[in-house]
C-alpha cells in the first residue's frame, strides 16, 4: 500500500527495486513484478543470455525461480504479519519448448486468502500458470506452501 504514495508512472519502477532487495535473487535473473494483489500475482522473465540453457532458451531453473516468486509473493501477501511462509512442495512438469520471455501468474481463492488470515499454521496449493511469449505453457507447475508462526529473532 505504501507504493500508492509514489507517482504512478513510478509505481512499477519502485515497486521492483523494493521487491528485488526483499528478493536478491530475483534482481539477478532479471524477474519483474507486473501484478501484485492479494489474489494474484503476475512476473516475467525476458529470455535474456543470463537465464539461457543450451538451447538458448530460459533455463529450467529460471522457469522454477519465475514460478516460485509468483506463488511465494502471492502466499506472503496473505499470511498473517506474525508467521512465516515456507515452500513446501513444488511439482513441474516441462511439456514444450520454451518460445522467448516467460510470465508466471499465481492465483489463490478468497476463502484460501481468508485461511491464512485465520490460522497461524496451515498449508496452500496455489494455482500458478506459465506461459512464453507465443502463449504456449511450456511447463505445467503447482506449488504448495505452508505458513508457521515467526519465531522472535534473537539480538
Request: glycine residues 8%; neutral net charge; contains cysteine.
Amino acid at each position: 500500500m505504501r507504493l500508492d504514495e509514489a507517482p504512478a508512472f513510478m509505481r512499477g519502477f519502485v515497486q521492483n527495486i523494493i521487491l528485488r532487495r526483499a528478493v536478491p535473487f530475483t534482481g539477478t535473473a532479471g524477474i519483474r513484478f507486473d501484478v501484485l494483489t492479494p489474489e494474484r500475482v503476475e512476473v516475467r522473465i525476458a529470455n535474456a543470455h543470463k537465464v539461457h540453457n543450451h538451447f538458448g532458451g530460459v533455463h529450467a531453473s529460471a522457469m522454477n525461480l519465475l514460478a516460485e516468486t509468483a506463488t511465494g509473493m502471492v502466499v506472503g501477501m496473505n499470511v498473517r504479519d506474525d508467521c512465516t511462509p515456507l515452500a513446501k512442495e513444488m511439482k513441474m512438469a516441462f511439456r514444450k519448448r520454451a518460445t522467448g520471455g516467460l510470465r508466471a501468474v499465481a492465483t489463490l481463492t478468497p476463502e484460501q486468502c481468508a485461511a491464512m488470515q485465520a490460522s497461524d499454521k496451515g498449508e496452500v496449493t496455489v494455482q500458478v500458470t506459465v506461459t512464453d511469449d507465443a502463449g504456449v505453457e511450456p511447463v505445467e507447475c503447482e506449488f504448495t506452501w505452508a505458513w508457521i508462526p515467526a519465531t522472535p529473532r534473537k539480538n
